[in-house]
């Protein structure tokens, strides 16, 4: 099966830019969707299809894909980005797999 | 507006089975993929499988597979997830979360339910 690979931890002093990546063989032919999620609270979309920002989503986030690895990137970071980030794919047997999530952390 | 809401924490013993209610409401009940994805105490996210409206298919991860149901009730607009067999692994919060189609992403998640699996 499609393994999709992330850091445990980011940190980022507020104010700068974090990047999370995720990692996964030919990742750069698969569409990637990236989700927040805040304790106890439910996943948030944030970025679909690469680098689609939904309705809502500060132009702050953005996302890129190449090669064997996709990029999360969160500009002028702030407080209230502290989160899980977890990217997403479909694998070749229509199942849908989760990375295992990075905790990003603002100093 | 869209929601999806789910039924409340249950506790169950081993060996029990489990089935958690996800009722849709503010879209088109029969046009958009259910998912359930579940996430243990401290850990990340795990997508169990998909109820697909269209013809009732469905598809499940392997690590559920023969464990794992997904109905529907069209009448309710609610999607029904049930896990057998259940050890105190399965302790965790269940989502039901929409699905656009296949290839895309997930844009609406219900608020969770809590399973917790214990003698």
């Known amino acids: 099966s499609y393994v999709l690979t992330q850091p445990p931890s980011v940190s980022v002093a507020p104010g700068k830019t974090a990047r999370i990546t995720c990692g996964g063989n030919?990742?750069?032919?698969?569409?990637v969707h990236w989700y927040q999620q805040k304790p106890g609270q439910a996943p948030v979309l944030v970025i679909n299809?690469?680098?689609d920002r939904p309705s809502g989503i500060p132009e702050r986030f953005s996302g890129s894909n190449s090669g064997n690895t996709a990029t999360l990137t969160i500009s002028r970071v702030e407080a209230a980005d502290e989160a899980d980030y977890y990217c997403q794919v479909w694998d070749t047997s229509s199942d849908v797999v989760f990375g295992g999530g990075t905790k990003l952390t603002v100093l | 507006q869209v929601q999806l809401l789910q039924s409340g924490a249950e506790v169950k013993k081993p060996g029990a089975s489990v089935k958690v209610s996800c009722k849709a409401s503010?879209?088109?009940?029969?046009?958009?993929?259910m998912h359930w994805v579940r996430q243990a105490p401290g850990q990340g996210l795990e997508w169990m499988g998909l109820?697909?409206?269209?013809?009732?298919?469905?598809n499940f991860a392997q690590k559920f597979q023969g464990r794992v149901a997904m109905t529907r009730d069209t009448s309710t607009s609610t999607v029904y997830m049930e896990l057998r067999s259940l050890k105190s692994e399965d302790t965790a919060v269940y989502y039901c979360a929409r699905g656009i189609g296949s290839g895309s992403h997930i844009d609406v998640w219900g608020q969770g339910t809590l399973v917790t699996v214990s003698s």
């Open positions: 030919n990742i750069g032919t698969k569409s």
């Open positions: 109820f697909n409206p269209s013809g009732s298919r469905t």
């Open positions: 299809y690469d680098s």
């Open positions: 503010g879209y088109t009940f029969n046009i958009y993929y």
